[in-house]
């Protein structure tokens, strides 16, 4: 009670940030085969999951603030929105999509970091940013499955990515995945299983800034 | 004031008698450098080291539970494994490497013959998922800890919550081998002025002093870092070393410089165990350095040494050789768990 006065006092809201997974105009559904224009074929997905990371609010340009610890995994099969308390004004969001490199060599972390969560890789030291898997008939694998797990943090194979979207105050944060310019016909052709830090994961992560939208 | 007084003195109090818990747990000479692992972000407790080893010997952490960390890395042999030349795990697979012995780990910033991993607290995962080695998986893992009788009290008296998470059963593990410091040596005993070289040894220290200590530096006898030492490819296991993970030509054939304590309980050594002996190591770099456009500028001219030489430099290296590190007590079997 004492603490919900004190937070309207200082003008701190507390923003809903959520992310609706979309192929071209339509929601995407869970397993269920949808045209995917740039593959040319149908494709269906089975896991989405991503990292977002290092939020900050802006207000003309200007950096008001800056979430602390801030790292939320994105998943399909759990959630797909968090909180953040913002105290200040703001027109612009921005986000990264992936884990930095400093916490990357800095050992085994709790909570959406846990390595329980299906994000770090076993073999290797570093974090996956961005997890999807599906199917589609053009893929010429077993049971026609992808697998793109990217990551990597270290130069030339970095491969998180900062967001800058506009938005209010006014309402909750609503940001689109569209996932049309990812799911590329050669990529599913030539590269259907991405599981390291490479450079096809350098290229595939290059496109993520073009997935996201705040929702109209 | 009084107050003040008695709240300083109680904060000092909690603060010295933290300090000597960490000292009995990890206790290096003034000689060492500065340790690279970050203390500060698992800061040693007894129970978390007690539930570390309990983890590291129990073979419940590989999915057919006959394969703990200690099978492949043995108190007896420095945390090596001396009956196999390459790892040997579940259903009886033989891995492609040699499991290297486990100590002085916080000093060391790069693990795994090719660097693959980046800290010691996230090292752990390697060996439980692989199939070769333990074929576990984290999460299942952490769900037969919890239905265990054992662990939720264990992981409740280190962490104050019997809720087990893959970070305090990764920190765990990391903080019994961060506790594996060997430092008594006849070596360290000659720097710490409480004994003496004999005149063979201090001979071999010379030699190794001109010839090796470029990357097996003293005091740890490892300089931390990757090189080409110029040995031949197996080609039966094509390891290209650092290069698997790198991807660049310029760390194809590099592998982790290894310390050179203990190898009296190492062997067999190098990172597919090809070599029994010392004897056989030392021919290696006497006459059967492979030219290799990676190979490091210390081989580049060979290593020149006479039959009297190589005598005189394993004299030195069996110097390195830490018994009261092998058998300590509070390394082995915690046979009151099992």
Same mark, same amino acid.
């Given at each position: 009670?004492?603490?919900?006065?004190?937070? @309207?006092?200082?003008?701190?809201?507390?923003?809903?940030?959520?992310?609706?997974?979309?192929?071209?105009?339509?929601?995407?559904?869970?397993?269920?085969?949808?045209?995917?224009?740039?593959?040319?074929?149908?494709?269906?997905?089975?896991?989405?999951?991503?990292?977002?990371?290092?939020?900050?609010?802006?207000?003309?340009?200007?950096?008001?603030?800056?979430?602390?610890?801030?790292?939320?995994?994105?998943?399909?099969?759990?959630?797909?929105?968090?909180?953040?308390?913002?105290?200040?004004?703001?027109?612009? =969001?921005?986000?990264?999509?992936?884990?930095?490199?400093?916490?990357?060599?800095?050992?085994?972390?709790?909570?959406?970091?846990?390595?329980?969560?299906?994000?770090?890789?076993?073999?290797?030291?570093?974090?996956?940013?961005?997890?999807?898997?599906?199917?589609?008939?053009? +893929?010429?694998?077993?049971?026609?499955?992808?697998?793109?797990?990217?990551?990597?943090?270290?130069?030339?194979?970095?491969?998180?990515? /900062?967001?800058?979207?506009? +938005?209010?105050?006014?309402?909750?944060?609503? =940001?689109?995945?569209?996932?049309?310019?990812?799911? /590329?016909?050669?990529?599913?052709?030539?590269?259907?299983?991405?599981?390291?830090?490479?450079?096809?994961?350098?290229?595939?992560?290059?496109?993520?800034?073009?997935?996201?939208?705040?929702?109209? | 004031?009084?107050?003040?007084?008695?709240?300083?003195?109680?904060?000092?109090?909690? $603060?010295?008698?933290?300090?000597?818990?960490?000292?009995?747990?990890?206790?290096?000479?003034?000689?060492?450098?500065?340790?690279?692992?970050?203390?500060?972000?698992?800061?040693?407790?007894?129970?978390?080291?007690?539930?570390?080893?309990?983890?590291?010997?129990?073979?419940?952490?590989?999915?057919?539970?006959? @394969?703990?960390?200690?099978?492949?890395?043995?108190?007896?042999? %420095?945390?090596?494994?001396?009956?196999?030349?390459?790892?040997?795990?579940?259903?009886?697979?033989?891995?492609?490497?040699?499991?290297?012995?486990?100590?002085?780990?916080?000093?060391?910033?790069?693990?795994?013959?090719?660097?693959?991993?980046?800290?010691?607290?996230?090292?752990?995962?390697?060996?439980?998922? *692989?199939?070769? /080695?333990?074929?576990?998986?984290?999460?299942?893992?952490?769900?037969?800890?919890?239905?265990?009788?054992?662990?939720?009290?264990?992981?409740?008296?280190?962490?104050?919550?019997?809720?087990?998470?893959?970070?305090?059963?990764?920190?765990?593990? %990391?903080?019994?081998?961060?506790? $594996?410091?060997?430092?008594?040596?006849?070596?360290?005993? @000659?720097?710490?002025?409480?004994?003496?070289?004999?005149?063979? /040894?201090?001979?071999?220290?010379? $030699?190794?002093?001109?010839?090796?200590?470029?990357?097996?530096?003293?005091?740890?006898?490892?300089?931390?870092?990757?090189? +080409?030492?110029?040995?031949?490819?197996?080609?039966?296991?094509?390891?290209?070393?650092?290069?698997?993970?790198?991807?660049?030509?310029?760390?194809?054939?590099?592998?982790?410089?290894?310390?050179?304590?203990?190898?009296?309980?190492?062997?067999?050594?190098? *990172?597919?165990?090809?070599?029994?002996?010392?004897?056989?190591?030392?021919?290696?770099? &006497?006459?059967?350095?492979?030219?290799?456009?990676?190979?490091?500028?210390?081989?580049?001219?060979?290593?020149?040494?006479?039959?009297?030489?190589?005598?005189?430099?394993?004299?030195?290296?069996? &110097?390195?050789?830490?018994?009261?590190?092998?058998?300590?007590? *509070?390394?082995?079997?915690?046979?009151?768990?099992?």
């Amino acid at each position: 009670m004492i603490l919900q006065v004190i937070s @309207v006092s200082l003008g701190a809201q507390v923003k809903t940030i959520s992310f609706l997974p979309y192929l071209e105009n339509e929601r995407i559904i869970k397993d269920s085969s949808q045209y995917a224009e740039n593959a040319h074929e149908n494709i269906s997905i089975s896991t989405l999951k991503f990292y977002v990371s290092k939020i900050y609010f802006y207000k003309s340009g200007k950096k008001v603030f800056e979430e602390t610890n801030s790292f939320h995994l994105m998943d399909w099969d759990e959630k797909m929105s968090f909180h953040v308390s913002v105290k200040n004004e703001f027109d612009e =969001v921005g986000f990264s999509i992936g884990i930095d490199s400093a916490t990357n060599v800095s050992g085994a972390f709790g909570g959406d970091l846990d390595p329980t969560k299906g994000m770090y890789w076993t073999w290797q030291s570093g974090y996956i940013n961005f997890k999807i898997e599906g199917t589609s008939p053009i +893929c010429k694998t077993r049971n026609h499955a992808f697998q793109w797990h990217i990551g990597g943090y270290k130069y030339p194979n970095t491969t998180i990515q /900062e967001i800058k979207l506009r +938005c209010t105050t006014k309402k909750d944060i609503v =940001v689109v995945v569209d996932l049309k310019e990812l799911l /590329e016909q050669s990529s599913l052709v030539e590269h259907p299983e991405v599981m390291s830090p490479s450079k096809q994961a350098v290229h595939l992560s290059s496109i993520f800034k073009t997935c996201f939208s705040i929702a109209p | 004031m009084m107050k003040h007084l008695l709240i300083l003195l109680f904060a000092f109090v909690l $603060l010295t008698a933290f300090n000597n818990e960490v000292q009995s747990l990890f206790h290096a000479p003034n000689y060492f450098p500065k340790p690279s692992y970050d203390f500060k972000k698992n800061p040693l407790t007894k129970e978390k080291v007690l539930l570390g080893r309990v983890l590291f010997f129990d073979p419940l952490l590989s999915i057919d539970g006959k @394969v703990s960390c200690a099978s492949c890395h043995s108190p007896y042999n %420095a945390f090596a494994h001396t009956d196999h030349s390459l790892s040997h795990g579940i259903f009886d697979s033989i891995g492609n490497r040699n499991a290297p012995a486990l100590f002085n780990l916080a000093w060391q910033h790069d693990f795994m013959w090719d660097g693959a991993i980046n800290h010691l607290d996230v090292q752990a995962l390697a060996p439980i998922s *692989h199939p070769k /080695e333990m074929g576990e998986n984290i999460n299942h893992l952490v769900e037969k800890l919890q239905s265990s009788s054992r662990y939720p009290s264990l992981f409740f008296k280190a962490f104050k919550d019997s809720a087990i998470t893959g970070e305090n059963l990764l920190k765990a593990l %990391a903080q019994f081998q961060l506790t $594996l410091v060997s430092n008594h040596s006849k070596y360290d005993e @000659v720097r710490q002025g409480k004994n003496s070289f004999s005149e063979q /040894e201090n001979k071999g220290y010379q $030699l190794f002093l001109q010839n090796c200590n470029a990357c097996h530096t003293e005091p740890l006898f490892t300089n931390e870092q990757f090189e +080409c030492n110029g040995l031949s490819v197996d080609t039966t296991l094509n390891d290209f070393g650092k290069n698997r993970i790198t991807h660049l030509s310029v760390d194809s054939l590099v592998f982790k410089v290894p310390s050179l304590r203990n190898l009296r309980y190492t062997f067999p050594y190098m *990172h597919d165990g090809r070599f029994k002996k010392l004897g056989q190591v030392l021919n290696h770099y &006497t006459n059967n350095i492979q030219p290799h456009p990676n190979l490091s500028k210390e081989l580049k001219n060979g290593i020149h040494l006479s039959s009297d030489d190589k005598a005189d430099l394993i004299a030195f290296l069996m &110097t390195l050789n830490d018994s009261s590190f092998v058998f300590n007590t *509070h390394h082995q079997f915690p046979k009151e768990f099992f």
